[in-house]
């Protein structure tokens, strides 16, 4: 097969060409020029414009380049279409988006004054990641095609060529990964300031709580805090997902859920009800990208009268436990946090008595207290059963050992967040 020239000007091949430059600039850059050259490597400069010519011998290409730059609009769809017809054929195409100022060192040729940006991506390229793009395309286009040629860079070469450019990939690949591990374990840390540093326990009450996080964040998070003399206010919100966004949507919902509003001589006490709409409207009213939303669950507690009054947002009902009685969930209706600006929430009083607990916990730890069934409804695990009649702080011990226990797939990992309260 008679091989064309290098960088030849006709308007159709006639021989097999290795690569075909498509471009309205005039002519192929030097540095592509000189490349193709010293792999030797046929090749043919074409106009866009002039593509139909070429359209019935696409058989005699290998791969084509395509120079983007300073296209307008009715030549980028004109663009597509031809890429389109390339790939329907089996043949790689690599569009350059534009020159960029910034010399990039190559193995294989002289250091150029300038690089390239491949479409799609702002990231300067090489000569040589343009010849690697270019050898692939043409040895995957010669196997499909049947042709038989000799590898364009020898084994050793490329082994040569990149074994170094790999091992430094390498190594700033796992200096960022340490990197990113130190910022998330620093990032745990000033989440966990966020949480309480003392439970409120008196001598007729007695708190407990726990906090484990799937990740080295949390998109859990809660709060136990005296709101006056004779209040007591406390919560357990989730944030839908894990990981960094799900942990910082939990301080804007610490800050966006306030208790009560102070004047300059008085306060009030928001009810429970009042807290979860104020606190939906702030989430909707942030608009938020990736459709997050959370779940809460908030309780207001008179300390002197031992009455709670609580009011949900899709959470895991608040538990109940009596001695020598069967676990109660304290059912209440409630919509999602952050989806629906005018949802409206209700609130249920609750008298409770010596020897009562609460349990408030997050989705995380639903799977350790019970199931749900469609045909029968909430099933208590016997193993949850058998611990509504210990102290608070047993209680809160062995359902963390329990969890921590659990054989749980990856993937299903989540996190578990509780806070017991307990009437001495």
Wanted: proline share 5%; glycine share 6%.
């Amino acid at each position: 097969m008679r091989r064309a020239e290098s960088t030849s000007c006709v308007e159709t091949p006639r021989s097999f060409v290795d690569v075909l430059y498509l471009t309205n600039q005039g002519q192929m850059p030097h540095e592509i020029k000189r490349l193709l050259k010293q792999k030797k490597l046929t090749s043919m400069v074409m106009r866009l414009d002039k593509y139909p010519q070429i359209r019935e011998r696409l058989d005699l290409v290998g791969t084509v380049v395509v120079d983007a730059e300073g296209l307008e609009t009715v030549q980028q769809q004109k663009l597509a279409g031809i890429i389109e017809s390339l790939e329907m054929e089996n043949i790689g195409v690599i569009v350059l988006a534009e020159r960029v100022e910034l010399p990039i060192k190559s193995f294989s040729l002289s250091p150029a004054k300038t690089s390239f940006s491949m479409a799609g991506t702002m990231e300067s390229v090489s000569i040589d990641d343009l010849w690697v793009r270019i050898s692939v395309n043409l040895a995957y286009r010669k196997r499909s095609s049947g042709i038989a040629v000799k590898p364009a860079v020898p084994p050793k070469h490329v082994q040569r060529l990149y074994k170094n450019k790999l091992a430094e990939q390498l190594r700033v690949t796992e200096s960022l990964v340490e990197n990113l591990t130190e910022q998330l374990r620093l990032a745990g840390l000033v989440q966990q300031d966020f949480l309480p540093t003392q439970l409120p326990n008196t001598d007729r009450l007695r708190w407990a709580a726990a906090f484990m996080p799937a990740e080295w964040v949390s998109g859990d998070i809660y709060n136990v805090v005296r709101v006056d003399e004779q209040h007591i206010g406390f919560y357990v919100a989730d944030v839908v997902g894990h990981g960094m966004p799900a942990a910082l949507l939990t301080i804007f919902l610490k800050q966006a859920l306030v208790m009560r509003q102070t004047g300059e001589s008085d306060y009030r006490i928001f009810p429970p009800a009042e807290v979860m709409t104020n606190l939906n409207v702030r989430m909707t009213a942030q608009k938020l990208s990736g459709y997050q939303f959370a779940t809460c669950c908030y309780c207001l507690l008179n300390t002197e009268k031992l009455e709670l009054t609580f009011a949900r947002g899709g959470h895991p009902y608040p538990v109940l436990m009596r001695p020598h009685e069967e676990p109660e969930q304290l059912e209440l209706r409630g919509s999602l946090l952050g989806i629906f600006e005018e949802a409206g929430y209700v609130q249920r009083t609750v008298q409770l008595q010596p020897g009562d607990k609460l349990l408030l916990y997050s989705d995380g730890v639903e799977r350790f207290v019970g199931n749900y069934d469609d045909e029968t409804g909430f099933h208590f695990r016997d193993e949850f059963r058998e611990l509504t009649d210990v102290p608070v702080l047993e209680l809160m011990d062995r359902l963390t050992a329990f969890a921590q226990d659990q054989k749980i797939d990856e993937s299903e990992a989540d996190d578990i967040t509780a806070v017991g309260l307990e009437i001495l």
